[in-house]
């Protein structure tokens, strides 16, 4: 069993900042990419932000120069810092990491922004 405790996420003022955080325990063979994802209330799930084991990263075009992805490898924890919020930021955020080659999802955590 894998465990995604996700944590972070609340209601900002647009133009603030919030940090999610994502921690993953249990059997944890090799951790590979980890990420976030995102749903806006009818709308589907879309990336956010991906991070390699090395550290490549990868945003979506609405995310780039306002969001950070960043990991600990040692305690196989994924962040995702969002500056500059807009109201369109608002959504359930999730964290998804890929154990070898099988993905697993967070919970979710909400994130809302007041415009």
């Known amino acids: 069993q894998v465990q995604l405790v996700e944590s972070g996420g609340g209601l900002v003022q647009a133009g603030g900042s919030l940090r999610l955080s994502c921690a993953a325990s249990?059997?944890?063979?090799?951790?590979?990419?980890m990420g976030w994802y995102r749903q806006a209330p009818g709308k589907q799930r879309e990336l956010v932000a991906t991070?390699?084991?090395?550290?490549?990263?990868n945003y979506a075009a609405s995310v780039k120069d306002r969001f950070t992805i960043s990991r600990d490898n040692a305690n196989n924890t994924v962040y995702l810092q969002m500056r500059s919020l807009k109201f369109e930021d608002t959504a359930v955020y999730y964290c998804?990491?890929?154990?070898?080659?099988?993905?697993?999802w967070g919970q979710g955590t909400q994130v809302t922004v007041a415009s």
């Open positions: 998804w990491v890929l154990i070898r080659t099988t993905p697993f």
């Open positions: 991070i390699s084991t090395g550290g490549m990263t």
């Open positions: 249990g059997r944890i063979s090799t951790l590979n990419a």
